[in-house]
């Protein structure tokens, strides 16, 4: 998914801490199947460490080494 379509409501969430983690938070999660998990992980990934299409894969190096 593009970064571009993605939005945030920013009224619909609060900032909390890790300690203050509720019943409710387990529930939402365990209700979501392990694909639907990695998708918002991933969606996750994009917003912190950024989308860019040209480094979706591992990059190849290749070095010649001219032997004696």
Do not use: C
Not at 18 to 40: C, G, I, M, N, P
Not at 50 to 68: H, K, M, S, W
């Amino acid at each position: 998914m593009p970064m571009d379509s993605l939005k945030v409501d920013r009224s619909a969430f609060s900032v909390t801490t890790l300690d203050d983690k509720t019943a409710e938070d387990d529930r939402y999660w365990h209700s979501k199947t392990s694909e639907e998990r990695l998708v918002a992980l991933e969606q996750l990934r994009q917003i912190v460490y950024g989308y860019d299409p040209a480094t979706e894969r591992l990059q190849r190096i290749f070095e010649v080494v001219e032997r004696a």
